[in-house]
């Protein structure tokens, strides 16, 4: 009796246990679906849009992923960018597309528009 005292304890133990893991699992296990920047070091816009007009010229980048290229729907990131300086007025312009398709109906498209001002705050004279 003893005996079966503990297996059913034992027994209510592990089904305890396995449905809260079940009922948690969700809530433990977190995904997000951004899009896979791969080239982001030689595009510094994505990572900081503060940067439009820093440069002395205009830059034009444009990316292209696609992963999984054997299965159908795979994960394709399309990406394009166009930065302008305008020194004489101290602004730069910047445009940024973005395509991201990670299964069948599911994208995003995102856009971006920038003017940014600059000016020097100080010189730095030794």
Same mark, same amino acid.
Not at 50 to 57: K, T
Not at 99 to 103: A, E, L, S, V
Not at 122 to 126: D, E, K, R, V, Y
């Given at each position: 009796?003893?005996?079966?005292?503990?297996?059913?304890?034992?027994?209510?133990?592990?089904?305890?246990?396995?449905?809260?893991?079940?009922?948690?699992?969700? /809530?433990?296990?977190?995904?997000?679906q951004?899009?896979?920047?791969?080239?982001?070091?030689?595009?510094?816009?994505?990572?900081n849009p503060?940067?439009?007009?820093?440069?002395?010229?205009a830059?034009?980048f444009?990316?292209?992923?696609?992963?999984?290229?054997?299965?159908?729907?795979?994960?394709?990131t399309?990406?394009?960018?166009?930065?302008?300086?305008f020194?004489?007025?101290?602004i730069?312009?910047?445009?940024?597309?973005l395509?991201?398709?990670?299964?069948p109906?599911?994208?995003q498209?995102?856009k /971006?528009i920038?003017?940014?001002?600059?000016?020097?705050i100080?010189?730095?004279?030794?």
């Open positions: 009796m003893k005996r079966t005292l503990q297996y059913l304890k034992i027994l209510l133990t592990a089904k305890l246990f396995l449905g809260l893991s079940v009922i948690s699992f969700p /809530v433990l296990v977190k995904a997000q951004l899009p896979l920047f791969s080239l982001q070091n030689e595009n510094a816009f994505v990572q503060a940067i439009v007009g820093s440069g002395q010229q830059r034009v444009a990316t292209y992923r696609h992963q999984w290229i054997t299965l159908n729907q795979a994960p394709k399309q990406t394009a960018s166009l930065q302008l300086p020194h004489k007025k101290n730069g312009i910047g445009i940024h597309i395509n991201d398709q990670t299964g109906g599911i994208w498209i995102g /971006v920038l003017i940014v001002y600059n000016r020097i100080s010189l730095i004279q030794n």
